[in-house]
Every structure is written in C-alpha cells, then in structure tokens.
C-alpha cells in the first residue's frame, strides 16, 4: 500500500511558468475573471494574480472593469508576457 508522504506519491512543486500557463487558459476560457477567480482555479495567491493580471493590462492584453478583467486581445494559446509581446513559450 502506498504512502501519502513518499515522494513517488508527492506533486511536484507548481513554478511561476506553470501558475502563468494555468491562468492563462482560465482567462482565455472565461474572457472574464477577477483576482479571486485565479486564486481558487488555479491555486494561486490573489497577490500574485493581481500582479499578473495588472502586467497584462498594461499590456493592453486586458481591461478592466470594477475588479472583473476581460479579455482585449487573444494573441493565442500561448501565455503572454506581460510587458513583452513575446510568449511564455518558445
């Protein structure tokens, strides 16, 4: 029987590409999410997507209404950089 603890059974830690990834096809699926949304979907701070969310609005990737972002512009299904027109991925 196997153990919870033994690390064959542990998930390897979530990096900063992957919670980006993550977010980003929540947001490209719901065109519409706030912080919060990311937190609880993606298992996120709200902290970090916060800033995740402002990077892309300054961007103009996004815009925002209250504390809902939209989806301006959908460059594809790979994660943009904020601050870049670059995507997470080569």
């Known amino acids: 029987m196997p153990r919870d603890n033994h690390p064959q059974n542990m998930a390897p830690p979530v990096t900063g590409r992957l919670k980006r990834d993550r977010m980003w096809r929540v947001l490209r699926a719901r065109r519409c999410v706030s912080p919060e949304d990311l937190q609880c979907l993606c298992e996120v701070s709200a902290s970090y997507a916060q800033h995740w969310l402002l990077g892309l609005k300054q961007s103009g990737f996004t815009r925002v209404s ?3 972002h939209f989806l301006a512009r959908d ?3 790979a994660c943009p950089r904020p601050g870049k027109a670059a995507p997470c991925h080569p």
Do not use: D, T
């Open 66 to 68: 209250a504390r809902e």
């Open 75 to 77: 460059p594809g299904p």
